[in-house]
């Protein structure tokens, strides 16, 4: 059950980051670029980053409504609440990598039915970061 939930949610994500354009890198470069300086502003992610917060914020409220999860023993919530230079850095090097390639790990994942070089490669790269960032950063 619990892997039939997270391939369904993992569906539904992919679904909405389809239909938001928020795979292709040329949307988000352009929503990126608020001068201006490649394309016209493209204010339309606002509305997906906007109703995903509303969304966020409606589905945690409820998460910590319930005693327990639907589909496992214990809710796995983060319980870091500091704001270190290690989150600091990664968000950095996350919004960096994001506006350079105009794509981020989900929307890459989501891609690779288009079968692209470009984005194998952004997808081997990626996982070569993390698997140096987890031998580095103990």
Not at 20 to 38: E, H, N, R, T, Y
Not at 100 to 128: E, R
Request: charged letters at 10%; glycine letters at 12%.
């Amino acid at each position: 059950m619990k892997n039939i939930m997270a391939l369904l949610s993992g569906a539904v994500f992919g679904i909405g980051l389809s239909v938001s354009g928020m795979v292709d890198p040329k949307k988000v470069i352009g929503f990126l670029d608020i001068a201006g300086s490649q394309t016209p502003w493209d204010a339309a992610l606002v509305f997906v980053m906007g109703g995903a917060v509303v969304i966020g914020l409606a589905a945690t409220h409820l998460i910590r409504m319930r005693q327990n999860p639907v589909c496992d023993s214990q809710f796995h919530m983060p319980t870091n609440k500091l704001v270190d230079k290690k989150l600091l850095s990664g968000a950095a090097l996350f919004g960096i990598g994001w506006g350079v390639a105009g794509i981020c790990p989900g929307p890459a994942l989501v891609n690779i039915v288009q079968l692209n070089s470009q984005i194998f490669a952004f997808i081997a790269s990626m996982l070569i970061g993390q698997f140096l960032v987890t031998k580095i950063v103990k």
